[in-house]
């Protein structure tokens, strides 16, 4: 891992130890191991040196202290040993396992969780405002529960400003600042709710822009990925843009659209998204509800992987998990097997792409597989004709018409509730009539009658 040189305008970077707690039974994406790496590289990105690690096997966590009685001494040791400010915790803890590790280890150190971080990075990459509505909105109710007694002694070193204090807090402290966290809980029920409501005017304002630009027909493209992956990259290389690239984590947050010539002449929009992460906190995935929603309104998924990482098909699940809880598992995907300069024996690389769908191994930095990407993308989209059976409303004009149009048309049952077809459309159109797919199970047409329920 590459430790940056710290800013002489910054403030010194503060010490961290981590813990990692395995649970039996529990299924985890990756290793104890791997996953406090993981940690390590989110705490390197937030501004943290991590100077040591604890672990322990658990049946469950502990009641009170999550891990046990004897381990919370040792960790209390080793962090006067290393002089540690911050001590953080693989998984989520609840506000009571929060409280008592703050209680135990004492005011000189701060405990964070995963969380935290993942949000304290959020709250440094967000730039746009809704960006920063949607973190705000993270923070409070993450911090709601938690908020005790015991985090008056944070106040003097808390930022305040909407949850951006930049280089003024430490890391877990770029939260909510120190006036709002002096104000009562009511008072952040109030902003939280306030924040919804802006959310869901952004909302609405997104999907009149989204309406808007089905009506276009162009078709979509999400870029997918685990964070790192190299999804901007790509983006910058397709589109020969300038899109913030960073190798930090999360170093994108707001969704940019950008069109793109295809190989054909043909034209497809292409999103670049937030990254994905394994154990991404549930607060993040609530809040950036919209940002998320451009992926499942996406018309093609394009899945970067970064095939150079150890833990390239753990991470490729951890997507696959993230897709499946924001229901876009219904997309076509095309999976970019990325940064295949990296690999030693690029050979390697074919027994994975056997594992994927529709994969082509590229590199984004030097543009190899490119352009085979974007034949595949194109051919996806435009010229692969998928057989598909619907049953739709007569109120579905628009999407009859286009199943006429852009389809290849075999069969048409009208019956009183709506208009049964059966054919084959090309691959843009797949998700938008995905509603209204006729299980393959299904016999079809019906008896008239039977459709009046509809
Ligand atoms: N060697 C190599 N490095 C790459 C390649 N593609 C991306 N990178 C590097 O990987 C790092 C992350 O790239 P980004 O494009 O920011 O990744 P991202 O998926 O957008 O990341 P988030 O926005 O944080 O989710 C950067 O340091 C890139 O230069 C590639 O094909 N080869
Ligand atoms: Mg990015």
């Known amino acids: 891992?590459?430790?940056?040189?710290?800013?002489?305008?910054?403030?010194?970077?503060?010490?961290?130890?981590?813990?990692?707690?395995?649970?039996?039974?529990?299924?985890?994406?990756?290793?104890?191991?791997?996953s406090l790496t993981e940690l390590e590289l989110l705490s390197d990105t937030s501004g943290l040196d991590v100077v040591g690690e604890l672990t322990q096997k658990l049946d469950r966590p502990h009641v009170k202290t999550y891990i046990g009685p004897g381990k919370v001494d040792e960790l209390k040791a080793l962090v006067e040993e290393t002089q540690s400010q911050v001590v953080i915790f693989d998984d989520e803890l609840s506000p009571r396992h929060q409280r008592e590790l703050q209680l135990a280890l004492g005011k000189n150190v701060r405990v964070l969780d995963r969380t935290a971080l993942i949000l304290d990075i959020f709250a440094q990459h967000a730039h746009t405002s809704e960006g920063m509505l949607q973190v705000?909105?993270?923070?409070?109710?993450?911090?709601?529960?938690?908020?005790?007694?015991?985090?008056?002694?944070?106040?003097r070193q808390a930022g305040g400003g909407g949850g951006r204090a930049g280089s003024t807090g430490g890391v877990g402290l770029r939260g909510p600042g120190e006036t709002q966290l002096e104000v009562d809980k009511r008072a952040i029920r109030k902003r939280i709710s306030q924040l919804k409501k802006e959310l869901e005017k952004v909302r609405a304002?997104?999907?009149?822009?989204?309406?808007?630009?089905?009506r276009s027909r162009i078709p979509t493209v999400a870029l997918v990925g685990y964070t790192n992956a190299g999804k901007s990259t790509l983006l910058n290389k397709i589109t020969r843009s300038d899109v913030y690239v960073a190798d930090q984590l999360f170093a994108t947050l707001d969704p940019t659209t950008r069109r793109v010539e295809l190989p054909g002449g043909y034209q497809a929009l292409f999103t670049d998204t937030v990254g994905f992460i394994q154990k991404l906190p549930t607060t993040l995935v609530e809040s950036f509800?919209?940002?998320?929603e451009e992926i499942a309104?996406?018309?093609?998924?394009?899945?970067?992987?970064?095939?150079?990482?150890?833990?390239?098909?753990n991470q490729s699940e951890a997507v696959q998990e993230t897709l499946d809880t924001i229901e876009a598992h219904h997309i076509p995907v095309v999976t970019a097997l990325n940064k295949v300069d990296r690999l030693r024996d690029p050979e390697s690389a074919r027994d994975v792409v056997k594992s994927f769908s529709k994969a082509v191994a590229i590199s984004a930095l030097d543009?190899?597989?490119?352009?085979?990407?974007?034949?595949?993308?194109?051919e996806e989209l435009y010229e692969t004709y998928t057989p598909i059976r619907v049953?739709?409303?007569?109120?579905?004009?628009?999407?009859?018409?286009?199943?006429?149009?852009?389809?290849?048309?075999?069969?048409?049952?009208?019956?009183?509730?709506?208009?049964?077809?059966?054919?084959?459309?090309?691959?843009?159109?797949?998700?938008?009539?995905d509603s209204w797919q006729v299980p393959n199970n299904h016999q079809e047409p019906e008896e008239p009658e039977e459709e009046a329920e509809l």
């Open 391 to 433: 049953r739709l409303p007569y109120q579905q004009g628009a999407l009859i018409s286009l199943f006429h149009e852009a389809g290849q048309v075999e069969l048409v049952e009208h019956g009183r509730g709506g208009v049964y077809m059966q054919g084959r459309v090309p691959g843009r159109l797949l998700a938008q009539f």
């Open 367 to 378: 543009g190899t597989g490119v352009k085979d990407l974007l034949q595949v993308i194109q």
């Open 297 to 313: 309104e996406a018309d093609l998924l394009l899945h970067v992987v970064d095939i150079s990482h150890p833990n390239a098909l």
């Open 136 to 155: 705000e909105l993270a923070q409070y109710e993450y911090y709601l529960p938690r908020l005790t007694g015991q985090w008056t002694h944070l106040e």
């Open 289 to 292: 509800h919209a940002t998320l």
């Open 1 to 34: 891992m590459t430790k940056k040189t710290p800013q002489p305008t910054n403030p010194p970077r503060e010490k961290a130890f981590l813990v990692g707690v395995e649970l039996f039974q529990q299924k985890t994406i990756l290793s104890l191991e791997d």
């Open 205 to 214: 304002h997104r999907m009149r822009y989204r309406a808007q630009r089905k």
